[in-house]
């Protein structure tokens, strides 16, 4: 009898082969169960991610601002955008070439060199200077530099890994942007997508580094700290897409005048893209107040629109006020 107990035992040691389906069908469920789940986590850390760095970057710029009478950083202006900005050449006031030392890159680059390919974008050495150092400073229209030697935002921060977003792996380079105009109508921006080259951004270990497909965010220039006719806080810093979102015709075209480019990226005007940072959800936002928070739905109806019915948007009491405003990325 003992023999027998022992050879039933011996015969119930393996799986049978409907057992080790049954095992295999319950592994594959619990990933189907689990693998949402790690995702949706790994998105959340990297839109808790994104927000930390728009809001390092408030920060920044609020410590600038309180250095300069309230103003969050302007690019220096150069002749046309000074006559812009005053309201000469019998047109209202409006900010004007804030991109033409290479956009965002501008304010903390004066030697933008990334992967090699497109030295001279923007900022770039002054091609006349016989001294073998290269010695970085702006440069745009007629060969007139700034010797600005140390680029306006970079004493205000350390590093510039947080002007990578987690989430941003894709950008374009749609070649040279055009040198400040030497009169208003001058040369602009050609968002050619089918002669656009991707680029996979790295975060920026050194100045050098520092260039536009580097940089995940964009930058809502000519805001100030407090503003009366501003009734409710204004996005400042934000993540950027990867189509025209420069300008004053922001947002793939929203504000009207470059509606052709609206779906140069398969996205409806004034909305995030799939390929954008975090997809069609939408971006992280720094505000003038220093708070930072996840925007969704058509940006620039909610902050920018005209309609006088939205007290989110910049124009509400000043109707024009969105003319001294421009983003760069």
């Keep these: 009898m003992p023999h027998r107990i022992a050879r039933r035992r011996d015969a119930r040691d393996g799986f049978t082969l409907i057992e080790l389906l049954v095992v295999i069908a319950i ?51 150069t002749t046309p955008a000074l006559q812009a900005w005053r309201g000469q050449a019998g047109q209202a006031p409006f ?81 040279q942007r055009p040198p400040p105009s030497a009169a208003f109508g001058g040369p602009g921006w050609n968002f050619n997508m089918a002669q656009a080259t991707p680029h996979t951004p790295e975060a920026p270990a050194s100045e050098e580094d520092v260039v536009y497909y580097n940089i995940s965010y964009l930058y809502v220039s000519g805001m100030r700290t407090d503003e009366p006719v501003i009734v409710t806080p204004a996005p400042l810093w934000g993540d950027e897409t ?21 779906n140069v990226v398969n996205t409806e005007p004034g909305f995030y893209a799939s390929e954008d940072n975090h997809g069609e959800d939408g971006g992280a936002y720094a505000f003038t107040d220093g708070h930072s928070a996840f925007l969704k739905g058509n940006i620039n109806e909610t902050f920018y629109s005209k309609d006088g019915d939205n007290p989110q948007s910049i124009t509400v009491i000043d109707k024009d006020r969105d003319r001294k405003t421009y983003i760069m990325d």
Aim: charged fraction near 20%; glycine fraction near 12%.
């Design 27 to 77: 592994i594959a469920l619990l990933i189907g169960i689990l693998l949402p789940a790690l995702g949706r986590a790994r998105d959340a850390a990297q839109v808790a991610k994104c927000l930390s760095n728009t809001r390092q970057m408030s920060l920044a710029m609020t410590y600038y601002a309180n250095e300069n009478r309230d103003w969050y950083p302007l690019i220096p202006f």
């Design 242 to 262: 990867n189509g025209p979102d420069m300008g004053t015709s922001a947002w793939y075209g929203a504000g009207g005048e470059n509606e052709g480019n609206a």
């Design 95 to 175: 900010l004007y070439d804030q991109a033409a030392y290479g956009g965002v890159a501008g304010l903390f680059s004066l030697y933008q060199v990334g992967d090699g390919e497109d030295v001279g974008y923007g900022v770039q050495f002054d091609p006349f200077d016989s001294n073998v150092d290269r010695r970085p400073r702006y440069v745009y229209a007629n060969n007139r530099t700034i010797r600005n030697r140390t680029p306006l935002l970079q004493p205000y921060v350390e590093g510039f890994e947080f002007l990578l977003c987690p989430s941003d792996k894709l950008d374009y380079y749609y070649g």
